[in-house]
C-alpha cells in the first residue's frame, strides 16, 4: 500500500503548527511574501523576528538534506526563467496582498473569506497555467 | 523570546515544506 500520503499530512501538520507558533508566540501572520516583502522594502515592523523566521525556514530543509534526507528538486538551469517565474511570483503576492502561506494556511485556517478567495484563485490560476504549459509547449 | 519563536516557526515551515516533499518541483506540478 502506497503511503506517501503519509509524509503529506505530516508535513501540513508542520506547517499548520508553525503558523500558530508564530501566531500565537509574536501576534504576527505566517505570510512569507509579507515578511520577505517587509525586509525587501524596509517597511516590515520587527526585522530581526522576521530575519530568525527565515533563517529557520531556509536553513531546515538546507541541513535535512546535508543530513541525507534527499528531495529530488528539478530546478532550470536557464536563468532567465527563474528570474521571470520570482518577479512573477513576487508581483502576483503583491497583487493579492498575501501568497500561499498567509492566505491559504493562516486565512483559511482563520475562516477568512479572503483567505479563501485568494486560495481559489491561486490554486486555480497555477493549474490552469501549469494545463496551458504541458498542452502548449509540453513542460 | 520572539526571536526564537520566530526561528522555531521558519524550522517547522521549511521542514514541513521538506517532508511533504513540497520543495520537489516535480510533485508540486502533478498537484497543480
Given at each position: 500500500m502506497e503511503l506517501s500520503w503519509i509524509y503529506g499530512l505530516i508535513g501540513g501538520l508542520m506547517i499548520g503548527c508553525a503558523g500558530a507558533v508564530l501566531l500565537l508566540g509574536t501576534g504576527r501572520i505566517m505570510g512569507a511574501s509579507g515578511l520577505v516583502g517587509g525586509l525587501v522594502d524596509g517597511t516590515g515592523r520587527d526585522r530581526g523576528t522576521t530575519a530568525a523566521f527565515l533563517v529557520g525556514l531556509i536553513?531546515?530543509?538546507?541541513?535535512?538534506?546535508g543530513l541525507?534526507?534527499?528531495?529530488?528538486?528539478?530546478?532550470?538551469?536557464?536563468?532567465?526563467?527563474?528570474?521571470?517565474?520570482g518577479l512573477a511570483v513576487g508581483i502576483g503576492t503583491r497583487f493579492a496582498n498575501g501568497c500561499t502561506s498567509g492566505h491559504g494556511v493562516c486565512g483559511m485556517s482563520r475562516l477568512s473569506v479572503r483567505g479563501f478567495a485568494a486560495t481559489l484563485a491561486?490554486?486555480?490560476?497555477?493549474?490552469?497555467?501549469?494545463t496551458a504549459l504541458r498542452a502548449g509547449l509540453g513542460l | 523570546m520572539r526571536a526564537l519563536l520566530a526561528l522555531i516557526s521558519g524550522a517547522l515551515f521549511g521542514a514541513g515544506l521538506h517532508v511533504s516533499g513540497m520543495t520537489d518541483t516535480a510533485r508540486v506540478r502533478g498537484f497543480l
Open positions: 536553513g531546515t530543509p538546507a541541513m535535512m538534506t541525507g534526507w534527499q528531495v529530488d528538486t528539478q530546478v532550470t538551469t536557464q536563468l532567465w526563467l527563474l528570474i521571470l517565474g491561486y490554486i486555480g490560476a497555477g493549474a490552469l497555467t501549469v | -
